[in-house]
């Protein structure tokens, strides 16, 4: 299991675009990867139609947040922050082992890539 593990956590910090996608497919599942839930900047009127404009300003001021970056995120008191592409490559990176652990445990319920299906069916194979 921890070979497995640390080859899912070296194809993550390869492939960190797809990392994002799957943190977001493990939250669907049981969002046991919350606190690194990143969303594109332009999801941002979806999911905050439901928030008053005072409701919005007061999660940016609390916040750290950057309209102009690629990515943004609600920090542990639901505030805004925002995160250009290399922060959010860095959280893949650095969280890459607990992503990979939660990417196992949950496996057969969400929508793995082609290539993560070929590391599983390797180890397994041994």
Known sequence: MKNLVNLISEWLKENLEMGINLVGEVNAWNSSLDYL?????????????????????????????????????????????????????????????????AIIEVAEHIDIPEELSEIFNSVSVK
């Not at 969303?39 to 999660?59: A, T």
């Not at 959010?88 to 650095?94: G, L, R, T, Y």
């Open 37 to 101: 839930n990143l969303y594109l900047m332009d999801e941002i009127d979806c999911l905050l139609e439901s928030c008053s404009p005072s409701e919005i300003l007061n999660m940016s001021y609390y916040g750290n947040f950057r309209p102009y970056e690629e990515y943004f995120r609600f920090n542990g008191y639901g505030n805004l922050e925002s995160l250009n592409q290399w922060e959010a490559e860095q959280e893949i990176k650095e969280w890459s082992i607990e992503i990979a652990e």
